[in-house]
């Protein structure tokens, strides 16, 4: 089982950036597929980022041309940079491992971090 940590959140003008980091423990990290969800108070948590094995990424159709993942295998990390960040991007931010492929649906990856905050103020 790999055991995950974020960080990187905080506090953020709009049109500002940032960049999240997620740590992974275990020596099984390069067979993971790695995905960025984020949750708003009152919503469900949702799609933001992912990439596979491979390195191939996914992204949700309001985070494409703004965030950028990426994968570290040799230090076992993955980043999620965030541009021209919007306050609706306010939300905490979750990484996520499965298996080899990518996913979109919260319920199919069976590792999670503690989430980072991420307010992003107009």
């Known amino acids: 089982q790999v055991q995950l940590v974020e960080s990187g959140g905080t506090l953020v003008q709009a049109g500002g950036s940032l960049r999240l980091s997620c740590a992974a423990s275990g020596r099984t990290f390069s067979v993971f597929a790695m995905g960025w969800f984020r949750q708003a108070p009152g919503k469900e948590r949702e799609f933001v980022a992912g990439i596979s094995p491979s390195s191939s990424t996914y992204y949700v159709d309001s985070a494409k041309g703004r965030f950028t993942i990426s994968r570290d295998n040799a230090k076992n990390t993955v980043a999620l940079q965030m541009n021209s960040l919007k306050p609706e991007d306010t939300a905490v931010y979750y990484c996520?491992?499965?298996?080899?492929?990518?996913?979109?649906?919260?319920?199919?990856?069976?590792?999670w971090g503690q989430g980072t905050q991420v307010t992003v103020s107009s």
């Open positions: 996520a491992a499965r298996r080899y492929l990518v996913s979109t649906l919260p319920s199919e990856y069976n590792a």
